[in-house]
């Protein structure tokens, strides 16, 4: 690869379309020092949040969203689609990047629009079981597909199996300063709950009605999503609405996860080796990529009416299960995505 490559990174609308993306940045950076990097991204103050503070140049441009249920605004978002190709093509021409990488993502498409017609060699990474709809699209324009579920491989020779970026740092958090954040005492075991942006209120019931259940024999860590609290205290309960830089603290004194089946989510916890309990959102995304990982044994998946206490407690308390899960997690987890990816990049 020639010095200075300049790479184009885009994907947005959410955590799991940026904080991948950065872990790719840096695995580039760690390859090749000075390649130039910049980042377009949606005008969300989500997208602003996530990238302020990385290093890397943002550009922000419009987009519509790209939704699969019928909304007015679906009549409106082609012209904002539009005005961010005009954008996208401005930034190009400006960038001259060698690489165009896609994360998905509404933002994303009219960026891979304006790249393709500038004939530059475009590479996409689908996190789920199933492509969304900006990548499905982007698909036939892209050199390169990395995948993080094998399924995806049986729709050519362009798409490569690489797992899902990881922000390593997850994994260098403090036990001292997990247990200064929540308060909590070594020798309890310690549960983490999170339902992610689209699915907090579910799990947050399920908690509600376990609750002092739960809480004589977990300390938990509960995830609540924004103005989502419980309205539940206890001594062995501490509740967050959003956890960024504090969360690998969290992961260092955490015993069993309860979350949804988001891909970046699994993939963290398999990187982790993680025991989890997964609840999926009702949708074929989730309920694809927990039906993986519960087929390798890397989960275990609710079902039904099934409550949280019994399935927390029975996991606890089975330790062998808990080292074949976490045999199963380091399988998964064995990929080294970001090198992978980085090296398809600058290949």
């Not at 324009?141 to 995948?147: E, I």
């Not at 977990?218 to 509740?239: A, E, L, R, V």
């Not at 074929?284 to 609710?302: C, H, M, P």
Request: aromatic share 10%; charged share 20%; proline share 3%.
């Amino acid at each position: 690869m020639r010095k200075s490559v300049r790479i184009l990174l885009t994907g947005g609308g959410s955590g799991g379309h940026i904080i991948p993306n950065l872990a790719v940045a840096s695995a580039i950076k760690d390859r090749q020092p000075d390649a130039k990097l910049l980042y377009v991204s949606s005008r969300s103050k989500l997208d602003a949040g996530l990238l302020k503070g990385t290093g890397i140049p943002v550009r922000r441009i419009f987009s519509g969203k790209w939704r699969r249920y019928f909304s007015w605004q679906n009549f409106i978002d082609p012209f904002f689609v539009l005005l961010g190709f005009f954008q996208s093509l401005i930034i190009l021409i400006r960038f001259r990047p060698h690489i165009v990488f896609s994360k998905g993502g509404f933002v994303s498409l009219p960026v891979v629009l304006a790249a393709f017609l500038l004939r530059r060699r475009i590479i996409l990474h689908e996190s789920d079981s199933r492509m969304g709809i900006a990548n499905r699209i982007a698909s036939g324009l892209a050199s390169v597909v990395c995948v993080a579920f094998p399924d995806l491989l049986k729709k050519g020779k362009k798409y490569r199996m690489t797992g899902n970026p990881i922000r390593t740092e997850i994994a260098q958090g403090s036990t001292a300063k997990g247990y200064r954040l929540t308060g909590f005492k070594a020798g309890i075991p310690v549960l983490l709950v999170w339902g992610g942006s689209q699915g907090a209120a579910e799990i947050n019931n399920l908690i509600k009605k376990d609750f002092e259940n739960l809480t004589r024999k977990f300390q938990i860590i509960h995830i609540t999503g924004p103005d989502k609290d419980i309205g539940k205290k206890n001594s062995n309960y501490i509740s967050f609405e959003y956890l960024d830089q504090e969360l690998k603290h969290i992961y260092a004194i955490t015993d069993l996860v309860i979350g949804r089946a988001g891909a970046n989510s699994l993939y963290e916890l398999a990187y982790l080796g993680k025991p989890n309990i997964i609840i999926p959102l009702n949708n074929s995304d989730q309920l694809n990529n927990a039906r993986y990982f519960e087929e390798k044994g890397a989960s275990i998946v609710r079902k039904g009416t099934d409550r949280l206490f019994d399935m927390a407690r029975n996991l606890w308390q089975n330790k062998a299960l808990q080292n074949a899960m976490k045999k199963a997690l380091a399988e998964i987890s064995g990929n080294h995505a970001n090198d992978k990816i980085a090296s398809i990049i600058l290949d």
